[in-house]
């Protein structure tokens, strides 16, 4: 079984930047998994963000963190990190950290919107960003 654990979040100011880290521990090996970042807010739904393959290190972006969040991984560490630059008011939420073997499905959900039932999720850390 693999677990997630998620650090850097806090409260910001609007244009600054932020980078969030999932840990990684188990005994499944990393490049198994599809590693991805998702938000919520309460009252809405959990919105993907960006994910990166182990595999080949393929990345993806929704829309709207496209060119200001950067999704990267270290295998040795076994942790992804999230560099969140110019970061606005509206990228207020939870950030979690989710990771599943079935890589179509963390992608369809960071590109579409298509929810799944991810293998495993961390706890979350909360981002707020102030105007």
């Known amino acids: 079984q693999v677990q997630v654990e998620e650090s850097g979040g806090g409260l910001v100011q609007a244009g600054d930047s932020v980078m969030l880290s999932c840990v990684v521990s188990g005994r499944r090996t990393f490049d198994k998994y599809a590693m991805g970042w998702f938000r919520q807010v309460p009252g809405k739904e959990r919105e993907g963000v960006s994910c990166?393959?182990?595999?080949?290190?393929?990345?993806y972006y929704s829309d709207s963190v496209k060119g200001r969040f950067t999704i990267s991984s270290d295998n040795a560490k076994r942790t992804v990190y999230l560099q969140m630059n110019n970061l606005k008011p509206e990228d207020t939420a939870v950030y979690y950290c989710?990771?599943?073997?079935?890589?179509?499905?963390?992608?369809?959900?960071?590109?579409?919107?298509?929810?799944?039932?991810?293998?495993?999720w961390g706890q979350g850390t909360q981002v707020t960003v102030s105007s």
């Open positions: 989710g990771a599943d073997p079935m890589r179509s499905q963390v992608r369809r959900w960071v590109l579409f919107g298509h929810h799944a039932n991810l293998d495993v």
């Open positions: 990166i393959s182990s595999l080949d290190d393929s990345t």
